[in-house]
Structure formats: C-alpha cells, structure tokens
C-alpha cells in the first residue's frame, strides 16, 4: 500500500493505531515526487529536511497524547499562499528571491492542526489563467495525459493531489482556479463562500473574488481541510463572523428531499457532449437516491464571462501595483524611480499578467469607469441575483464544471479570449459570492477526467458537501488513479 | 440596469473595524529582508527630485 495514495482520513486511521508514521507517509510522498514530477512539474520547491523535521514533531506530538485534525498529514501549498521562511513567487519572475516574513493565517491554522506544510505547488503567473501555461516554470502537466494541461491556476495544487505527490493541498480560486483544475485531473476542489476563509497571507489577485480552498482525493477530505481553515479572522476584514459548522458530521449521505436546480443557460453551444452526457449521468444518480431535480434560470449567465473579466482585471491592476522592485522582489534598476518602475514590471511580469493589467487600468482610467467598471458591477449584482432568486426554488444548482475535458498544452495559449471561455460554469460562482465544489464524475474517451460541479448559498457549505459525498459515495471515481511510472 | 445597484464585494459587511490594540508586527529586519537595496533601515530607491 502506498502511503501517499492514501486519503487523509485513511491516513489518520493508520498513524493513530500506530501502523505508520508520519515520517514513513512523508518520505513516501518525496519518493513520489522524486519518481513523478520530473515530468509533471507540478511542485516547484520542497525542502525534505525541513518536511521531514514537522513530521518527526508531529509523530512525537502524536506519541504524547498531543491531536490536531490534520496531525502529521503532508499538506502541498500553492505558489501564492505565504509560508514563513519558505519562497513565495506566485509562479512569477518579479517577485525574485522573496522569502516570506510571516505565515498566511490559514497556514497557522494547518499548522494548528499538526499539518506537515510541505512544498510549494505551481499555478499560472499571479493566479492569471486556466491551464497553468503561464508560470514562469514552465507548464504543470495532466497526470492522465502528460500531453493535456492540468488547468489552472491552481494546477500545480491539483495535480499534487491527482498524482499522490501529497495528500492534500492548498489553493486558490477566483474565477474557477481551484474547481477547474480538480475537475480536469479528477479531484475535489472546494471553493469556499467568499468570507469564510482569511485571505491575510494570500497574494491578491482580485480582492472581491478571491478564496483559498482545499484540493483533496474525496469530499470527507475537502470538509476536515475546510474544517481547519474556516473561520473569521481579524488580519481580513472581508472575513465573515459567520459560525463555522460541523461540515464532518453532517456528510450523512442522505439527498433525499435536497432540491437541485439545473441552468437551462448552461446548454451552450461549446459544451462536449461526452461532458454533457456524463455529468447527465451524475444528476440521474442523485435523483435516484432521492433528490428533487429542478429546471431553473440564470438569465445574465451570458455576461458573466465579460463582467469578471472587467472587474477582476480592474481589481488585479491595482493589487499589482505593488511590484514595482522597491521593497520586495526583482528589481530592474533605471535612472529615477518612475524609469525603474516600468523597466521592473516590463522584466518581470508576464504576458498574459500584463495584458490583464493593462485592460483593468484601462477599464478603471477616467472615461471608461462608468461605461466598463462601474457597469460590470451592476451587472454582478443581476448575476448574484439571478442566483438568489434560483435559491429560493432550490437548495443547490448542478453543472459540468468545464465545457471540455483537458485541451492540450500549447492549444489554446495564442487565443486568450477562447481560454477565458473554459471558465463560463465556474466564474458566476465567485461574482456572486457562492460556495462550489468540482467531484470527479466520469472520464472522456480519452481517458481524461470530467468534473461534476455543485453551487451552493452563501455559507450552505454544509449542504453543499453533503450532496456531493452521498455523490461520490454512490460511484467508484476517486478510487481510479493515473498510470504512472 | 436602471436602479441596479453596483456590487463592490457579495458579502453583508460594512465599515467592519475593531479596537486600535496592538498586535504582533514584522520586526524593522525582517520588513528589509526582501529589500533589493537598503541603508540605514531604509529602502532605497533611484533619486526621485534633482
């Protein structure tokens, strides 16, 4: 048995009957990598001693009676998540040889919870992307096609995952970034409601949309790491005081009665077929067991690709204002500050970064706030709208995650505008202000995964892992693992 | 979209503050520490007036 292939509740049963220790599934997902991500690229940094050392504290902690709901568990970090003492690049160049002074608040909650942080994961440049293409170390790959891309930006996160290089890992999601890339490489990624989890320590990229989430090899997994990171935190005033329930307890396996609502704008033309069927497939299984299946309506689901494109653009021209090489980062000299500041940023962003930059300046220059920026927002307040109308009907809203299954690398890099598309089920999520999860749901002929996605209400977490474990109970998905080797 | 109001953030929160408490803070060394040129606990920069 593989010890990093294990999941974290499996892996809890065996370190406290005492048949394995945290330094033995540790050293195992090291192997791993040693064995794997030559090709996979997905990890970009790890120091095994220092892994090794948390996990030597945590098996004494564990033989002192000491607990921690994540004790001992070998836990992967995005690239754009800050670690003390560890580097923090956000897969890009600019950010040069910054190491991080102090520890996201979710990573001291990990830590709390006895987690061995272990590596940095890769992810498209400043969180800008759907296929983790645009890092500065080169692409992450499928583990079930090295050929496909893992999507992004959380890709690095899921493929860790996908390919038992950890057990769990961190990442982030603006527009999809933690739910894509799961759906594509057959994993769970949670996004949570925006509020319930502190975004201090999280580089930003748009600040009205972003949430840290886990990526996990089932749901039971995605609630205890939601568990541990959940909660009001006074260093992000954007955080919520909302209660943090048990999501654990409540995976009782039981839908019957859950009302679950089905888009009719979400029947567009570019969805896969193999996608629409097999997800088709996952909705049927619920209804078996007993849920309600409900048509509903998101009439300003259309605009939904072109309102965050405009607002977290905007939002991401001024949190990158901040890397200009004076405190932090890389640093291009020049001969008065201003000279020094655009030769900073023109070295060491990349493409699809500064594009993003230059539309949201753009979008929020005198002029054209009203008509864009301003705009965008109104229309984000229809889409959220749109949703708590639906949630009057329905408990929870079911779709296929992505349109397609994985394209592959280099396919769709020279066409920006039909990679934003890929992201036309996910994005409505965070301009609302929803939860989400992606369950594994099927494979393509290919071989490649397909991704069933739940949307819940704000802060219907509860409701929304609950659904989809007594999903992903009813199939055999998670047990299904990439040929590797 | 007349009378639509605008969406800055979807959650219920305004003006959240809390009392002027002192916390724990980055030490002056490390605030430097990623500095790409320093002097005298200062960041230093191209000359910005002639």
Redesign the interface.
Known sequence: MMLNSLTIHQLTERLNSGEVSSRQVTEACLNRIQSVDQELNAFIGFDSEEALSQADVADKVRANGGEGLLLGVPIAIKDAIAVKGHPLNCASKIL????S??DATVIQKLREAGAVIFGRVNMDEFAMGSSTENSFHGPSRNPWSTEHIPGGSSGGSAVAVAADECVASLGSDTGGSIRQPAALCGCVGLKPT??RVSRYGLVAFA??LDQIGPLTKDVRDSAAMLQVIAGVD?RD??S?PETVPDYSSNLTGDVKGLRIGLPKEYQVDGLDSEVKETVSLAVESLAERGAEIIEVSLPHTEYAIATYYIIATAEASANLARFE???????V?????Q??NSKTRGAGFGEEVKRRIILGTYVLSSGYYDAYY??A??????I?QDYLKAFEQVDLIASPTTPTPAFKIGEKVDNPLQMYLSDIFTISCN???LCGVSVPCGFSKLGLPIGFQLQGR?FGEVDLLRCAHAYEQATDWRNKKPKLD | MEGVEPTAHAVPLENVLREDELGVSLSHEEALSNAPKTTNGLFVVPKIVE
């Open positions: 040069g040889n910054f190491v002074p102090y925006y509020g600040s009205s006074g005033s954007t919520v090489g004076v405190r932090y980062g890389a640093r000299n020049g001969s008065d500050p000279e020094m301003l705009r927002q109104r229309v984000r307040t229809l959220r301009l609302a202000g704000p």
